[in-house]
């Protein structure tokens, strides 16, 4: 079996699955995959991210408000009530990207600052994203100490890859890495060691190579780790051990 370690489960294309998300899931488990991580992105849709991991055993839930949703007046109680509840196993997606919301720069600091402390307090892993915001994004989390993460959907280049996993970080690669114009993210996937790497669809975007341009969805998993795969040398068995094995370990999953 294979992890999913970044998709949004309540944010799926249901239309090729009659609106049954039943019917998503038991497609992507078919395909191989065994867990699901389920990323919450902002206090409103968290609810039903808490809902769908509550009602199925392979989904796991993420607390966080993405950067491109954080606004004046967030509920920091709200959050970490969230953070609290049964099968939360990471606090995110959080971080930085100021190539979408650049002008709220200053308060995505202050929101991913909190969602750090949050993290250090229930002791729970970060997931970051960052765009066009790597600097910044790496000077807060060194500030932070010391800290357990990924950095998810990674299309940096090496310095950066080697900045996080200096920090201790895992580093995971999304559908992007089979783009055919993929060049430099398949390079710097290629000198990732292998005990930190992970997988993921971010689903429903960024749908993999040979389903790009249709809605992605968590099965398509395999196709991220077949590339990874490749690239490596492995076998994709291999690589798919390699990457649950990873990802149970961050997200401390039974
Ligand atoms: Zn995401």
Known sequence: MIIDSHCHLNLLDLAPFE?????????????????????????????????????????????GIHPNHVVASMDYERLRYYATQPKVVAIGETGLDYHYTP?????????????????????????????????????????AGPQAGVMHCFTEDWSTAKRALDLGFYISFSGVLTFKNAHALREVAAQVPLDRLMVETDSPWLAPVPHRGHSNRPGYVVEVARVLAELRGVSLEEMTAITVTNTRTLFNLP
């Not at 968290?46 to 809902?51: R, S």
Request: glycine content about 6%; proline content about 2%; some cysteine.
């Open 19 to 63: 609106g049954s998300l039943l019917a998503a899931l038991q497609d992507s488990r078919d395909r191989g995959v065994g867990a699901f991580i389920c990323i919450g992105v902002d206090l409103d849709t968290q609810p039903a991210v808490m809902a769908i991991a509550a009602a199925h055993e392979d989904v796991y839930a993420t607390v």
């Open 103 to 143: 002008e709220t720069a200053v308060l995505q600091q202050a929101s991913f600052e909190l969602h750090i402390q949050l993290a250090k307090d229930l002791g729970l892993p970060l997931v970051i994203h960052t765009r066009e915001a790597r600097s910044d994004t790496l000077d807060l989390l060194s500030q």
